[in-house]
């Protein structure tokens, strides 16, 4: 029995000295509180192991005294590192702490007050077995809390955290129970069955350990294949789908089984949400595994064991984030297309449109123009002289919209071809609002509050065409007062013409710029003489010029149009 | 001999000025009526019950002018109508059961020769 018992602990040296380098060397490649107390906890057990195969089990020198006191001390040590290991990941209530503690204490400093410790064979004082017992309780209770708190810890865990989890834990609980029966063993020359069982345990508790925090390749790969087939069905989830949210609702579930988290969630990178699985209200960041994707990020609910244990769930994932990023370029090559495809047919729709509208607006003059026309060649004798006068004036006017009108389509198509050049200059505001105001003839009907000496870099035809049609906008849609107003706005200058009418409907603000873009059927040419593309190529001309056109609504009533265009010096000015 | 009476449902003044001239002279004719929008033009219809409508398609409000084409017809069963429109309807003008004729305003020289032919009027030399 006792060559049994020393070949067992000749096994249990090498066994606990490479448990030892395996913590170090991990704790070595990527530094972290938990991965430094496991290195500091099997680095005392493989110490205490060695020098105690080292030393003498006979004689009683102060120095061979000295050395199992500190020995001992050591040892219990051991159950107090693991425990802190495992308080890396949870807040542990106080009465343990301070429980585990106190007994630690007790069994560090107690074996200090022997004179004289007991070998195999001597008979064990009463003062000794008491300090054998608390040792053994320090043990027992410090161990059972590493087991039930490793033991919870790893029921919501990904696969392989929750296998290492349970592993630690029972390599714990066998400590545990092998001190509680070295404890219970009495003191003998030759060791018994007893020590045979507790040498088996302890030497079947180091690969236990080992697998527990260090796992080896062919372990891993057992534990993972229930994880690979999960994969697997993501992967080809993710080549059935076709759009980036089918991706996200494809893959979600999968990486949320995979990490063994409750909820998951898919973003783009401006942090949008793409997809979302389970409830993310109970998500703080800290407690997020996130994986980067080439346009946003893949997080998943994490918990505190998740750094240390979560490491190769977290690589089945981001070796999912992989997949996903082909499958999320594959999804928006199809999306730029079908956007392809839906820009060509809306632009075909639109020139469709535009053909049929503008057909419908310039044969409408013609008509007008040639019906009278015919009628006056037709009917001189029978009309009136006051008809006749009707009728010119008609055609008269009639032929100034049509004028109007070609003129707006010769535009529009230069702006639609990229050939108006704005002759961009430095222009001051001020000069062009009078201009424009004085040529309508409303000067004194609109308020201008214009600083004199605020420049703008721009076409001054342009500019004064812009100013004109918002102005001419404001009268013919809108009420007075009529303000036109210019301030500065970082870079740029900003021209806004504001009226006190109706507004401009909500449903109708989005196609405001839009080409023969009227609000409410009929109204239009009809009533005010517009051409219906005024506000179109005031925005192709501020666009051409650098700037940019658009509407806001004036509060109670009202309607604002405003450009924007850069601002410059007033060096220059024409 | 009486007249064969019609209405102008357009919301362009200068059209229904237009139509006011171009059939003013025609002794066979008689406007009696205008309006702009789908709604009016059923009121006028029913009260007045023409012989032809000339119908354009863009009017005021939201119903156009071959929208308003059956319930014009169920009001005043006995009128002809005649879509009389700048666009180019006349395949949408040959689907619709409740529209007898298309012109295209641009060809405003065949009004009266297209009324003659819907009312089955003699032609005038």
Known sequence: VKSTVDVLNQVEVVVYVVLAIVAVARWQTRRGQARAWMAATFVVLASVIVVAQLLPTTGHSSELETSRKILIAALVLFPYLLYRFTATFHQIPRWVEWSGGVLTLAS????????????????????????????????????????????????????????????????????????????????????????????????????????????????????????????????????????????????????????????????????????????????????????????GWLSVQANPYTPYFGREAEELMAALADYTDIALRRA?????????????????????????????????????????????????????????????????RQSDHLSRLVDDLLTMSRLDADAVRPDVRSVRVDDVVRETLRDLGIESRVEASVPEDLCVNADREHLVRIIRNYVENAFKYGLPPVRVTAQEAGRNVEIRVIDHGPGVPHDFRDRLFQRFSRAGRGRGSRDTGSTGLGLSIVKGLATAGGGEAWFESVEPTGACFAVRLPKTTSSGVR | MSRASLIVVDDDPDIRMLVRAVIGGDQRLEVTGEAVSAGEAIELAESTDPQLILLDHSLEGETTGLKAAPALKAVAPNAKILLFTAYDMSADAKKEPAVDGFLRKDQVAKLVPAIERLLGLDTVA
Do not use: C
């Open chain 1, 332 to 396: 928006r090559l199809a999306e730029g297309e079908r956007q392809l495809a839906e820009d060509l047919r809306q632009a075909n729709e639109t020139m469709r449109d535009f053909v049929a509208v503008a057909s419908h607006d310039l044969r409408t003059p013609v008509a007008i123009i040639k019906g009278f026309s015919n009628t006056m060649v037709g009917q001189w004798e029978r009309l009136t002289d006051e008809d006749k006068l009707d009728y010119l004036a008609t055609i008269g």
């Open chain 1, 108 to 295: 560090v400093i107690g074996v200090f007050f022997f004179r004289h410790l007991p070998v195999n064979g001597e008979a064990r004082p009463a003062g000794y077995t008491i300090y054998i017992a608390i040792v053994v309780a320090q043990w027992v209770f410090l161990m059972g809390v590493v087991s039930i708190q490793l033991w919870r810890g790893g029921r919501d865990q990904p696969r392989i955290s929750r296998n290492r989890m349970h592993t630690l834990s029972l390599a714990a609980f066998g400590m545990g129970v092998a001190i509680a029966l070295a404890g219970a063993t009495p003191s003998r020359t030759n060791p018994g069955v007893a020590e045979v069982v507790t040498a088996l345990i302890v030497l079947a508790i180091g690969p236990l350990f080992l697998l527990g925090f260090a796992p080896p390749q062919f372990v891993l790969a057992a534990w993972r294949r229930a994880d690979e087939i999960e994969l697997r069905q993501a992967t080809s989830g993710l080549i059935a789908a076709n759009t980036e949210a089918e991706i996200g609702e494809t893959l979600l579930p999968h990486v949320a089984r995979i990490m063994g988290a409750q909820s998951a969630i898919m973003t783009d990178s401006r942090g949008d949400v793409i997809a979302a699985f389970g409830h993310q209200e109970a998500m703080p960041s800290p407690q997020r595994v996130t994986i980067p994707l080439e346009r």
